[in-house]
């Protein structure tokens, strides 16, 4: 738009001059070596402009003469660069495809058109060409020409650095993210895995620099910055409470502080404010902690707070939890096992029950059985619990990636990866109720189930065969599948099928169910015992 305006201005500009120039005529005389030309300065103005004209037409081809060459030497460039590229675009394509006699053929192609040492992509698709091919040793060789050329450098340091991942350099994979965090820290691939390298390796003041300097690079968010520092900030406390406890209170108060629901964190405070002599301080962290996440580490650490405590004390301070926690299974697993620590047998029955309403699991039944084992001594109701023990659910632990820890930790030993373990049931057993214990007996296992039955004089009194005085023993052989254990919901009755009288005699260590609900003289298992009656250990 604006071009035409200038152009009509100027066509505008000259009619107005050459009207001026009718309106105004004159006569232009010129004498030169005794000649003489006289015409109106019309016709003057007219000629000079011809003149100018043919001048600059003249510049122009003098010069078109001599760029000549230069401009068809450049097409011919142009287009051979042109087809360069091309087979270059062409290359990259194929190798996201996975075509590697494509890609070859376009790298070949395009080293030819173009000139390679100037050209850093050709050399990016010959390394990927050769990842794509297998010859991992000439990808890395390229990688490695690459890293030689500075625009080139963080892009070899992050080819070599995943080569050496795929074959598990950690040493090596650590040594090239380190170089280029140093070239850009702003790299979320090269600070993340220098982040992880330093936390697997016990840096955790390296790492909590990394994360600080992420954190002001906006690599992180607020949040994650925040629970990611509480993490490292508690396994620094963990490491340093026994050489040193200062550090680890400051570390420990801090991770607590940044993940009041991180129970790690309020344990390792507390433990730290513990060997300081702080009791009432350790124990408001772990009581803060408790409020928000009940958890049996806190339990066992606001417990055992002070090694000198009686078991009554020990009771008091777990009674103290359940207070602040009613109606929680941790809560009142942590008053069952003070309660049996101070042989108070029915307080500790009762909140084994109430856990188990509340939440069944494996280890409560388990209490029940160590609770019946040290009040009444009743075999049969040991195994009767340790029975539903097998069939309830696992409890939680501490999980990340599939892997089970006894302990947290900072980092997943599979994967690397901060902050991955959860507190939950392992996926192992998060499958439906009784799928990975109990199934329908074909015919075939019929017999594998079945215990031999009891011989005249065999058992006592109470139905437990005699010699067996540890409930180890009874687990052992509810392991080995020699008896079935029932599952109702009161524990009532364990069911024990007859085996034939040639194979009784190869079984006479096996134990024979003791409940009151078994019936010795009965050849075949109930239908509804034997539907529920196999089970596997884990």
Excluded: C
Excluded at 43 to 48: G, K, Q
Excluded at 203 to 209: E, F, Q, S, T, V
Excluded at 310 to 315: A, T
């Amino acid at each position: 738009m604006l071009r035409i305006l200038a152009f009509f201005l100027l066509v505008l500009a000259l009619a107005l001059g050459f009207a001026w120039l009718a309106d105004n005529p004159g006569q232009i005389a010129l004498d030169w070596q005794g000649a003489s030309v006289q015409t109106s300065v019309m016709v003057f103005v007219i000629v000079e402009i011809a003149v100018l004209v043919a001048v600059v037409a003249l510049v122009w081809l003098v010069r078109l003469f001599f760029k000549t060459p230069d401009a068809i030497s450049g097409w011919f460039s142009g287009r051979r660069r042109d087809r360069g590229y091309k087979a270059l675009s062409d290359g990259i394509l194929a190798v996201g495809a996975g075509d590697a006699v494509l890609a070859r053929q376009m790298t070949k192609r395009s080293q030819k058109l173009l000139d390679g040492r100037r050209e850093p992509l050709i050399r990016f698709l010959d390394a990927q060409t050769a990842m794509i091919e297998g010859d991992h040793a000439r990808a890395r060789a390229a990688f490695e020409g690459m890293e030689q050329q500075p625009e080139t450098r963080l892009l070899a340091l992050r080819g070599l650095y995943l080569e050496a991942e795929r074959l598990n350099d950690d040493a090596a994979a650590r040594h090239y993210a380190e170089q280029a965090a140093r070239l850009a820290p702003h790299l979320p691939w090269a600070g993340g895995a220098v982040l992880e390298s330093k936390a697997i390796a016990g840096d955790y003041d390296g790492a909590l620099a990394i994360l600080e300097a992420q954190r002001e690079s906006r690599l992180v968010d607020r949040s994650e910055s925040r629970r990611l520092r509480a993490v490292l900030l508690t396994a620094k406390a963990n490491a340093a409470t026994d050489g040193n406890p200062a550090v680890a209170r400051a570390a420990g108060l801090e991770a607590h502080k940044l993940a009041p629901d991180l129970p790690p964190a309020a344990v390792a405070a507390a433990r730290a404010l513990f060997r300081q002599g702080e009791l009432r301080r350790g124990s408001k962290v772990l009581e803060k902690s408790w409020t928000q996440t009940p958890h049996p580490d806190i339990a066992a650490a606001y417990v055992n707070a002070r090694p000198g405590d009686s078991v009554s004390d020990r009771l008091a301070r777990a009674k103290t939890l359940q207070s602040l926690r009613p109606n929680n299974v941790e809560s009142s697993l942590a008053v069952a096992h003070a309660a049996l620590d101070a042989q108070e047998f029915a307080l500790a029955r009762e909140e084994a029950l109430a856990a188990a309403r509340l939440e069944p699991r494996e280890s409560i039944y388990l209490l029940l059985a160590d609770i019946e084992d040290a009040d009444t001594g009743n075999e049969g109701k040991v195994r009767e619990w340790m029975g539903q023990a097998i069939r309830a659910p696992r409890d939680p632990a501490w999980t990340a990636d599939g892997y089970v820890a006894e302990e947290w930790a900072p980092v997943s030993p599979v994967s690397g990866r901060i902050d991955a373990f959860q507190w939950k049931v392992p996926v192992a057993r998060l499958a439906a109720p009784g799928a990975l214990i109990e199934a329908e007996p074909s015919d075939d296992d019929t017999a594998l189930v079945a215990a031999a039955p009891l011989e005249p004089g065999q058992a006592g009194e109470d139905g437990a065969p005699r010699g067996q005085t540890s409930r180890a023993d009874t687990a052992v052989s509810d392991a080995g599948g020699a008896a079935t254990v029932g599952n109702g919901a009161s524990g009532h009755g364990s069911t024990s099928d007859h085996s034939d009288p040639s194979r009784a005699e190869e079984s006479d260590e096996r134990p024979a169910p003791d409940d009151p609900g078994v019936k010795s003289g009965s050849g075949a298992m109930p239908a509804d015992a034997a539907s529920g009656s196999r089970f596997r250990l884990f």
